[in-house]
C-alpha cells in the first residue's frame, strides 16, 4: 500500500467516525427515549442487577413513572439522576462513579488504549529496526501502524453504530406507532412512556383505558387510578371510555376506600352520559346495598339490568343471585 | 532493546490488570442496600398522602415540631408482621409526647393493607397512609422492608433501621432522639423486596 493511499485510508476511517459521531449527537432523542435511557443507568433496588428499564417488577415500574413524569416536567437527565441519588445514593446507579473505588472502572479502559496508542507510536519512529515476533518480521511497522488506526476507526464506528440501532430499535415512540398492534403483546412500560409522551393526544384515552384494566384485573388501584381518571376528565375521550373509566372509579372508591358516597356519586356520572349501562346500574344496587344498606333502592336496580336484553348467560345469573339475597334479607356478599 | 521495552509494557499491563482485579474483587459480597443512607443528616423528604382508609390528607409539614417515626410495611412482609405489635405499643407508649408514628403501604393495594390492619391490629395514634406510584418510598430511598426512619423535631433524617425492630430498640432511637443525638443507621435483620422473596 503507498503512503498516499494508506492516509486516504486514515482520512476516511476518521472521517467516516467523525460524521457518525455528529450525526448522532444532533440527533434530538424523544422523551420516551430519555425515559429508556434513563431508567437504563438506574440499578432496580430491589432486583438483582436489572435497570428499571427492563425489571418487570412494580417497584422498577413505579420509578419508570417517577422518571417519565420528571421528564415531562422538563427536567434535565441529571436532574433526574440526582435527585434519585439523594435518596438511594450511588448504590442506585448501574454505571459505577467516576470516584473512589469504581474510579479504576473507567480508567483501565483509557489507559489500556493509551498503552496501545504509545506501542504504535514507538513502532512507528523505529522502523528499521529488526522485528523479533511474527507478525513484525512480515509486517512492517510502517504499514502496521495506519491499519491499526483504521481498524481501531472501524471498530468504534461499529460499536457506536450498534448503539445508535439499539436505540432506534427501542420502545415505541407515539401513539401511532401502536396503533396497528395488538396492546396485548405491548409491555405495560411501553405503554406508560407512549402514555406519558403523548398526554396530549386525541387517540392516547384508548391506551390509557387498556393500561388501567390491566392494572385493574391485577387489583392495582393506585396504579390505575389516574389512568382511569385521566380518561373519566378527557375531552376526547367517547362516551363508552368515559362511562368505564367512571365505572372503574366509583368501584375503587368504594371497594378500595369504602367511600360509598363518591361511589355512586361516579355511577350515576357513567348513567349521566350512558342511562342503558348495566354496569353502572348493577354496581350502584351493590354498593347501595352494601355501603348504604338501601335495600329497596337496590332492589329496584338489579331489576332494571335483569331486564335488559343484552345482558350475558353469566352476568344474568350473579345479578339474580344477588337478587333474591337482597330479597330475602342477607347480607351482601 | 525494542523487545527489552517491549516486555517491560506488557509487565506494566499485566500488573495493572492485576490491581484492577484486585479492586473489583474486594467489592464482592458488598449489599448495595447496606450502605448509609444519604437522607441522613438532610431535611426528610416531604410527603402528603391519603389515610389507607380514606379521608384527609396527611403531609409531613403538618406534623412539624414533632418527632416522626416513619415505617414502610406490607401484608407480604414476614418482619414487618414480626415488629407490627412493637411498633404499636411504641406509638401508644409515646402518644403523651410529641412523637408521631406514620406507617405507610409498600407495594401493596390499599385494601390489601387495610385487610392486614383489621386482623394484625392498629395503633389509635399512629396514621397508617397510602403510597401511590410508590412516590414517598422513592424518594426515602427504600430498598426493601421493614426499613423505619426517624425524624427529629426540626425535620432532619437523624436515624434508620434496616429489617425488623423491637420495642426496645424504637424506644431507645426515640429516647436518644429526644437527648438532641442522632443514632444513624443500624441494621438489626433481613428486608423483604417483593412478595416472592
Known sequence: ?333 | MRGNALRWVGYGVALAAVVFAVVLASRFGTDPSLVDSPLLGQPAPGFDLTPLEGGDPVSLDDLEGDIVVINFFASWCLECRNEHQALISTADAFADEEVTFVSISYQESPPASLQYLETEGKSEVTHYLADPGSRTAIAYGVFGIPETFFIDDEGIVVGKIIGESDAFTLGATIDAIERGESPGQSVTGNTQQSPDG
Open chain 1, 1 to 333: 500500500m503507498s503512503d498516499r493511499a494508506r492516509n486516504i485510508a486514515v482520512i476516511v476511517g476518521m472521517a467516516a467516525m467523525a460524521i457518525t459521531l455528529v450525526f448522532l449527537v444532533a440527533t434530538n432523542p424523544s422523551d420516551v427515549d430519555r425515559v429508556q435511557a434513563i431508567g437504563e443507568r438506574i440499578k432496580c433496588p430491589v432486583c438483582q442487577g436489572e435497570s428499571i428499564a427492563n425489571s418487570p417488577s412494580s417497584m422498577a415500574r413505579d420509578m419508570m413513572s417517577l422518571v417519565s413524569d420528571s421528564v415531562a416536567l422538563g427536567a434535565s437527565d441529571d436532574e433526574i439522576v440526582e435527585e434519585l441519588l439523594a435518596s438511594y445514593s450511588g448504590a442506585v446507579l448501574l454505571d459505577p462513579p467516576v470516584s473512589g473505588a469504581t474510579l479504576a472502572l473507567w480508567l483501565a479502559p483509557i489507559a489500556a488504549l493509551g498503552t496501545g496508542a504509545l506501542i504504535i507510536v514507538w513502532w512507528r519512529r523505529h522502523p528499521g529496526e529488526p522485528a523479533e515476533d511474527t507478525v513484525r518480521s512480515t509486517t512492517s511497522s510502517r504499514r502496521l501502524g495506519p491499519l491499526l488506526i483504521l481498524g481501531f476507526s472501524l471498530a468504534v464506528i461499529v460499536v457506536v453504530a450498534g448503539f445508535f440501532l439499539q436505540d432506534r430499535s427501542g420502545p415505541a415512540t407515539g401513539v401511532a406507532d401502536l396503533a396497528g398492534q395488538d396492546l396485548e403483546d405491548v409491555s405495560e412500560e411501553t405503554m406508560e412512556a407512549v402514555v406519558a409522551a403523548n398526554a396530549d393526544h386525541p387517540q392516547v384515552d384508548g391506551m390509557r383505558l387498556a393500561l388501567a384494566e390491566r392494572y385493574y384485573d391485577i387489583g392495582d388501584y393506585s396504579s390505575a387510578f389516574p389512568h382511569y381518571l385521566a380518561v373519566a376528565e378527557s375531552a376526547n375521550a367517547t362516551g363508552a371510555q368515559a362511562v368505564t373509566a367512571l365505572v372503574r372509579l366509583g368501584w375503587m372508591a368504594w371497594d378500595g376506600n369504602a367511600e360509598t358516597e363518591t361511589a355512586i356519586e361516579l355511577f350515576d356520572q357513567a348513567l349521566a352520559i350512558d342511562s342503558a349501562s348495566t354496569t353502572a346500574r348493577y354496581l350502584k344496587g351493590l354498593v347501595l346495598w352494601c355501603g348504604a344498606g338501601e335495600v329497596d333502592a337496590a332492589t329496584g336496580l338489579f331489576e332494571e339490568v335483569l331486564a335488559a336484553a343484552e345482558l350475558s348467560p353469566e352476568a344474568r345469573t350473579n345479578v339474580e343471585a344477588d337478587l333474591a339475597a337482597v330479597r330475602d334479607g342477607d347480607t351482601c356478599p
